[in-house]
């Protein structure tokens, strides 16, 4: 079991930085493809970054330039660094991990923190 903790949320104005933080216990990062997904009200969950475990990363258009996702995998920490935020960012934030060692998978999410961007 992998248990991950984020934090980091809190309400910013348009045009802020926040940096999110995901916190993993349980067994090592280090193995996990990581991911940032969020969730406005009453939309669907979407995927905002990825970092797989070789470090290679990927983003959504809208978030292209602004956001960047990072690992530190001898703190088993993940992050996602926000600038430049808009209110269209207002969701809740998970990490999510997808873990694998050999033949041992699972797919692990953390409990989201708010994020509201808003003057």
């Known amino acids: 079991q992998v248990q991950l903790v984020e934090s980091g949320g809190g309400l910013v104005q348009p045009g802020g930085s926040l940096r999110l933080s995901c916190a993993a216990s349980g067994r090592a990062i280090r193995f996990c493809d990581m991911g940032w997904h969020r969730q406005a009200l009453g939309k669907q969950r979407e995927s905002v970054a990825t970092i797989t475990s070789g470090g290679s990363t990927n983003y959504t258009d809208s978030v292209k330039g602004r956001f960047t996702i990072s690992r530190d995998n001898a703190k088993n920490t993940g992050y996602l660094q926000m600038v430049s935020l808009k209110p269209e960012d207002t969701a809740v934030y998970y990490c999510?991990?997808?873990?694998?060692?050999?033949?041992?998978?699972?797919?692990?999410w953390g409990q989201g923190t708010q994020v509201t961007v808003s003057s």
């Open positions: 999510r991990c997808l873990y694998t060692l050999f033949g041992l998978r699972g797919d692990y």
